[in-house]
């Protein structure tokens, strides 16, 4: 939370709230310690059979746990903080027995605080990996499941793997999410005692196991506890776009190609205001770069119908050839190639603004992607339709507990507190950091930047310092390795595309001499060790598995020669980190300088920076624009100063508060659909398990019955005046029955009997059919169309919900809060999907006629599509969808050959990847 003045008065007297918070530990962490003389003369096997019992202790006291979420957490918690000291203690002997690594104190407190439910900010080389073990195994001890979650997939397998020594030593089980699994070995997964992944594989598969039509079927057993590995790349980075699961939609790519000629026609504009402070535009459109947006004059609009042929644009029957030229318009203006996408093999690619790697399979929604394919010239993928969708937010918000873990978190804590409820706590390093980190420089140009660079490059690797240099993106990346090549100087580019290949890269980036490229965020979560890496030079030279005698060999010498390269990169001042742009937010660049000064190592870092750069062009004060043209720059002289180093920071301030806000402003507008979505998940997940049906169905039927009697035979009117004619023909619609069936008789009856004789009659005849078809069949008859009826109708609400999203923000000019308005409106749409749902159901229940038996295992597959952020990524044979109840019975699809992936060659022998060839109009999507 921001500081206030009593904040600022405890500082002084009694430290900083992260000092305290570290006092207060500070008892826990020597009752840890005073038990490590005795564990260190246990055996393993009495280590394991302590382990046990403490688990044992903990489940018993555990096993009636209360419904109220508070009152849980609570009891939990004091559960576990009981055990607390004698598993870390534990936990750390088990470490050192498994992987010679011993935790520190600090790493205690890092471990007490994710415990605790916050997040601890460490320092990049001070282990939160090994800090991550301390809390994981005491809360797996509940065995109700903790799940530690990863930015890749190659960082939760290496983590699984190294980690995990430490849990099967303790007799823990371990799971290891990974992309390409089945459901089964998903279940299985999850069903340990802790399971590593990414958080779209968690996110993923909570969606889809609420597209499941039998619970055995579903692969997560609930959500207790989570860390977050790099908490603010997951939960603030990735947070602003939803994980998505869609299916193909019936709408035309041909609009996007006849859209797509005419942008180039239009001229770009301005605004202007005159002495009066009047505003004008020129031009045909307007670019407002801090807002990212890109829009239409009048005199565009004008052109536009005139090139398109088309009288109005904004006539109702016009709507998505406006929207396409909009889409258009923003590919055209604010979207580049090789920045924020790349073209390979005639697709586009996302590449991630905040990592720079590249996103295959990810999509941007809203028609923008098939304009950006349409000004690429290549084939467009049609628009798809939202099957299920949540926001990372929401899905985090889940847990009962959340903790998280990040070198860079402090600048993001207001809205950790806000969004998620989540404290930050700053841990000591272990070592005091000595790196050295220089005032920015700024050049005039952007080439004399690129110029200084590669001089400060060439000095450096000269004196045999390695030097890491960050890059804003690809296109950067491989202009700089041009220039270092016309120089001669040896280099790595890393460009993300390769998660283990790129981190065994960085793990070497220490050693004398060396220079990397990398964007943003390539290799996190791997130390750069000065010297180099013994282990992953000795696994380059000889593999450890077919020759173990020749590994050992060969490290052995490794070491001897990194501990002595170590020595000279000490000499030559340790890693520099070389910055040649600054980022929207201040955490990346933190992330970038946080890869040197670990362990209390030596290092230095700068910033390069032109007044050409984006974010001084866009976001740098006029003030500071002045000031430095007064200075009388002058060409390859920088300009170095602390006000300027300020002066950027406060730009990075106001771009990280306007993202924020948009953040904020997405989880508004989703916490309203949350609560629907949770509904629908609430009611599909009592009827697979059992709780609804029969009774659900027979409310749903009486409250059709009520609303008909109500509509039909008003309460003001005498009897003779009833509609009976109309009533007649709803009850043979929805029951198939008859007033004479329901033995109404007009003289003698009220609107109370009417009802009631009514009510009889549906009930009498719901049990007829349940007789003739046999309760168990029925009900099972019963689930499979509540599910299909809901998961269809679903489908469509979704699709309204985001037609409804799109023109809210017109509301505003009719002086309405938009968000209390999508509210109001949303809740309607929803009433009215609840009523189509129990009428579709009514209908098909009473009146369906069954040949043969329904079988319940699993539904046929139609193509679906997943996307994190704004994205699709085809997965088929696990993916399921909704299919209509009037379908014929849905098959089991059970796949003889081995499984081809979209993009591997085809079995055919044609030399195309199968998607192209065989596979291009695979339904399945295998």
């Known amino acids: 939370m921001p500081t206030t003045f009593v904040d600022k008065v405890l500082e002084i007297f009694l430290g900083s709230k992260h000092e305290r918070e570290c006092k207060r530990l500070a008892p826990r962490i020597a009752a840890i310690n005073a038990l490590e003389p005795r564990l260190e003369r246990a055996s393993d096997a009495e280590l394991r059979e302590r382990i046990a019992a403490i688990r044992s202790e903990i489940q018993q006291a555990l096993a009636s746990l209360p419904e109220d979420y508070k009152e849980r957490r609570t009891l939990v918690q004091a559960t576990l903080d009981a055990h607390l000291e004698e598993v870390f203690a534990i936990v750390r002997e088990a470490s050192r027995r498994t992987l010679g690594m011993r935790h520190f104190d600090v790493q205690l407190i890092g471990g007490i605080v994710l415990h605790e439910g916050k997040i601890a900010e460490m320092k990049t080389g001070e282990g939160k990996t090994l800090v991550a073990t301390l809390p994981v195994v005491l809360n797996a001890l509940t065995g109700r499941g903790v799940h530690v979650v990863t930015v890749n997939d190659y960082l939760a397998r290496r983590d699984a793997e190294w980690m995990g020594q430490i849990y099967t030593f303790l007799g823990l089980s371990v799971g290891c999410i990974q992309n390409q699994m089945g459901d089964a070995e998903r279940k299985q997964a999850y069903a340990a005692d802790l399971t590593y992944g990414t958080n779209n594989e968690f996110g993923f598969d909570y969606l889809r196991d609420n597209m499941k039509f039998d619970v055995a079927n579903m692969v997560q057993r609930g959500h207790v506890y989570a860390i977050v590995d790099e908490v603010d790349s997951i939960l603030i980075d990735e947070a602003r776009t939803p994980l998505i699961i869609s299916g193909p939609s019936e709408l035309s790519v041909n609009l996007y190609y006849q859209v797509d000629r005419i942008i180039p026609k239009l001229v770009r504009g301005e605004e202007i205001r005159d002495a009066y402070g009047n505003k004008s535009t020129t031009g045909d459109y307007i670019i407002d770069e801090k807002a990212h947006t890109a829009t239409l004059t009048e005199e565009g609009v004008a052109k536009a119908e005139k090139l398109l042929g088309v009288p109005n644009l904004f006539d109702p029957a016009n709507i998505e050839t406006l929207h396409a030229v909009q889409q258009a318009l923003r590919a055209h203006t604010l979207y580049q190639r090789d920045h924020h996408y790349i073209v390979k093999e005639g697709q586009v690619i996302i590449v991630d603004e905040f990592t720079g790697r590249l996103m295959p399979g990810r999509r941007w929604s809203d028609g923008l992607h098939q304009a950006v394919e349409a000004k690429e010239g290549v084939k467009i993928e049609a628009e798809n339709q939202t099957l299920a969708t949540i926001t990372l937010q929401n899905y985090f918000r889940m847990y009962e507990k959340l903790a998280g873990m990040t070198g860079t978190a402090e600048t993001e804590a207001d809205e ?24 920015d420089v700024i050049y005039r140009t952007a080439k004399e930047k690129w110029k200084a660079v590669v001089e400060e490059i060439a000095e450096l690797h000269q004196r045999q310092q390695p030097v890491l240099v960050g890059t804003v993106s690809i296109e950067n990346s491989e202009r700089l390795s041009e220039m270092l090549k016309r120089r001669g100087i040896p280099h790595v580019v890393l460009n993300a595309k390769y998660h283990e290949r790129e981190a065994a890269i960085v793990a070497q980036a220490g050693r004398p001499g060396a220079v990397t ?89 700068r910033f390069v920076l032109s007044l050409e750069d984006d974010l001084m062009r866009i976001f740098a004060s006029d003030r500071l624009r002045e000031w430095m043209k007064r200075l009388g720059m002058e060409e390859d002289v920088p300009i170095e100063s602390k006000m300027v180093s300020r002066s950027i920071e406060r730009a990075q301030k106001q771009v990280e508060g306007r993202n924020f806000e948009i953040r904020k402003h997405l989880l508004q507008y989703d916490d309203v659909m949350n609560k629907q979505r949770e509904a629908v998940y609430r009611l599909r997940r009592n009827v697979l398990e059992g709780k609804e049906g029969r009774d659900w169905v027979l409310r749903a039927a009486r409250d059709i019955v009520d609303a008909a009697v109500e509509n039909y035979c008003p309460q003001d009117k005498h009897p003779d005046e009833w509609e009976r004619e109309p009533l007649e023909r709803e009850l043979a619609d929805f029951f198939g029955l008859t007033l004479a069936q329901a033995d109404v008789s007009w003289e003698t009856t009220t609107r109370a009997k009417l009802a009631e004789a009514l009510r009889v009659a549906v009930e009498q005849r719901f049990e007829q059919r349940e007789a003739v078809l046999g309760a168990e069949a029925f009900a099972q008859l019963a689930r499979y169309i509540i599910l299909s009826v809901l998961d269809s109708q679903w489908k469509d609400h979704l699709l309204a919900l985001d037609h409804l999203k799109e023109g809210i923000g017109m509301r505003a000019y009719g002086q309405r809060d938009p968000l209390v308005e999508y509210k109001r409106e949303s809740f309607d749409l929803f009433e009215e999907m609840m009523a189509r749902v129990e009428d579709q159901v009514v209908r098909y229940l009473f009146r369906v006629e069954l040949v043969q038996m329904v079988p319940t295992q699993r539904r046929a597959q139609v193509p679906v599509r997943e996307s994190k952020a704004e994205a699709s990524a085809l997965q088929g044979e696990r993916r399921e969808a909704q299919q209509s109840p009037t379908a014929g019975p849905p098959t089991t699809v059970r796949r003889q050959t081995p499984k081809v992936g979209r993009n591997d060659p085809c079995p055919c022998g044609s030399g195309k990847k199968y998607k192209k060839c065989h596979g291009a109009g695979d339904a399945a999507g295998v």
């Open 416 to 439: 950790f507190a806000q969004i998620y409820g989540l404290d930050v706590v700053v841990i000591p390093t272990n070592r005091p950091m000595i790196r050295v980190d220089h005032p």
């Open 517 to 605: 490229i990398a964007t943003n965020m390539a290799g996190r979560g791997t130390d750069i060790i000065l010297g180099g890496n013994p282990e992953g030079l000795a696994r380059a030279e000889t593999d450890p598995l077919k020759d173990p005698e020749g590994y050992a060999n060969t490290l052995a010498k490794f070491r001897i020669k990194c501990q002595e390269d170590r020595e000279k990169v000490l000499a030559a001042g340790g890693l520099h980190i070389l910055g040649t742009e600054r980022h929207e937010a201040r955490r990346i660049d933190n992330q970038l300088r946080g890869r040197s000064g670990r362990q209390g190592d030596p290092g230095s870092s």
